[in-house]
């Protein structure tokens, strides 16, 4: 299977059902509609001389004009290659070099960026100038070809390309599709940027015959009202939006009789947030895992989540059980049945482009490495307990970064904290921790510690502890170490 062939189906399964609606513009297209203007940003792309399997790259935030390119590249046997606007220009550069792309597509927020990078062999064109028109049928492309190319650096190290084929994607489309269980008509309102994977998930809820809400960037005090407004059944946020949500509206249940679920993905739920979301949400919170590399592997559905927390249990780094095409496995777990959570399926990337030893080392006979610790329990469940490469070794003895940032985070005046190891001469490494404060109390380094150590043992207990006025995250959660060492004046 491959992407052109699922948007042709959905077109004629539904052609005058509402595909894509965007508020801001006034803009809708129904799904034989959107399906025409795939077929004429081909031939947009064909007058331009931009061949089969050339890559194309998009810089743009989210909207109708992003999804016909994203999805009218890879309809017409072109690679896509979304970019991160937020990331500084010689990122922008590297990655357009690397990918050796022939187009760069931008919107007119991004005009100037994209004039100034300054690549003679790139085409540049404004999204806008790309215009669909009447064309033939499109073919079907090859379930084995490129499809898109997805830059991630996760939070640390040089950014590197994920390869995905159109079998690979059909796979993830089938496990959205079967996981959330849409119906005809359901609404997803999209207020999360595009990149690198998100258009997938997007793309899911369409071949499920549901109708997308493109409503620009999240805003706190809007979101709410526009669930409410455009009788929204599902919606998708990063655990960083969830908290900036709560701190706007309050966990009050919020009156929305159309709503299914709010699926949460990329850094685990926590704490307070998890309480507030589903207080807020009267329990429709649903929980993917998965990584670009892998996307969605597995998920916690939100009858699935209500069952864990009314039975007592704690739902902090469930993720649920492995979706329709997946398979998960723990590599070397110990007494506990802790591990490496190994990822199998035809979901999986085909690997890193251009860098054949990563991609080898990461897919290990047909099994993703995911660098997450995690444990199966009886009931099937995954939870995922932190990363392997952070888990902290001092004095011998192993300290799982996560564990010591519960112990902080239940302090009343601690409002976010990121935990790692720095080396040590003696210790062979030192847990150090960085805490953002509430505000509501003074605190210093050593009423930390001696906080950690009535709860702790002593070898888990930080040794140093630097005050930060925000940690730098990524959109999806994810803490920057390098721009946090850099902020804190230390050597990874």
């Known amino acids: 299977m491959d992407i052109s062939t699922l948007l042709s189906q959905a077109a004629c399964k539904w052609p005058d059902q509402i595909a894509l609606h965007e508020p801001a513009s006034a803009r809708t297209l129904t799904f034989a509609e959107l399906d025409r203007a795939l077929s004429g940003v081909g031939q947009a792309l064909d007058h331009l001389q931009i061949a089969p399997g050339a890559r194309v790259a998009l810089l743009a935030d989210a909207s109708l004009d992003y999804l016909l390119a994203d999805y009218g590249c890879m309809a017409t046997g072109r690679v896509r290659v979304p970019l991160d606007p937020a990331l500084a220009p010689d990122e922008l550069l590297a990655q357009l070099q690397d990918a050796g792309a022939a187009l760069l597509l931008f919107s007119e927020a991004y005009a100037a960026v994209a004039q100034g990078l300054g690549i003679r062999s790139l085409a540049l064109h404004t999204l806008t100038a790309i215009k669909p028109v009447d064309s033939p049928p499109r073919p079907a492309q090859s379930p084995q070809s490129l499809a898109s190319l997805n830059y991630t650096g996760g939070t640390t190290g040089t950014p590197k390309a994920v390869m995905h084929q159109h079998a690979s994607l059909c796979a993830v489309l089938q496990n959205i599709v079967m996981g959330r269980g849409a119906a005809v008509g359901d609404v997803l309102l999209n207020v999360r940027p595009l990149w690198p994977i998100a258009a997938v998930a997007v793309l899911g809820h369409l071949l499920s015959g549901g109708q997308v809400v493109l409503a620009g960037r999240f805003e706190a005090k809007a979101f709410l009202p526009q669930l409410v407004e455009y009788r929204v059944a599902f919606s998708s946020l990063v655990p960083t939006q969830l908290l900036r949500l709560l701190r706007e509206t309050g966990s009050a249940p919020a009156d929305l009789p159309a709503f299914k679920s709010l699926d949460v993905g990329a850094a685990a739920l926590t704490g307070e947030v998890l309480e507030g979301s589903c207080s807020l949400f009267s329990e429709r919170i649903g929980v993917l895992y ?41 590599d070397q777990p110990d007494a506990a049945g802790v591990g490496e959570i ?12 251009q860098l054949e030893a990563l991609s080898a080392k990461t897919l290990d006979n047909g099994w993703l490495r995911s660098g997450d610790l995690g444990r199966i329990g009886p009931d099937g469940l995954l939870w995922v307990l932190g990363r392997c490469k952070d888990i902290i070794r001092s004095g011998g003895k192993s300290v799982q970064p996560a564990e010591v940032e519960q112990n902080l985070l239940r302090h009343p005046g601690v409002q976010d904290v990121h935990v790692f190891g720095l ?31 009535a709860g702790l043992s002593r070898y888990k207990v930080p040794r140093r502890v630097y005050f930060i006025d925000e940690l730098p995250r990524s959109h999806y959660g994810k803490v920057q170490k390098n721009r946090l060492f850099a902020a804190l004046n230390l050597q990874p």
């Open 290 to 330: 998965g990584m670009t590399e892998a996307p969605w592997s597995c998920y916690l559905a939100p009858a699935q989540m209500a069952a864990v927390r009314e039975a007592g249990g704690s739902a902090e780094g469930l993720v649920g059980r492995p979706l329709f095409s997946a398979a998960i496995r723990i």
């Open 342 to 353: 190994l990822l199998g399926g035809p979901q999986l990337m085909r690997g890193y482009w």
């Open 423 to 453: 080396a040590d001469l003696e210790w062979g490494e030192q847990v150090c921790a960085a805490v953002v404060l509430d505000g509501s109390q003074p605190l210093s380094a050593q009423q930390l510690m001696d906080h950690c150590r």
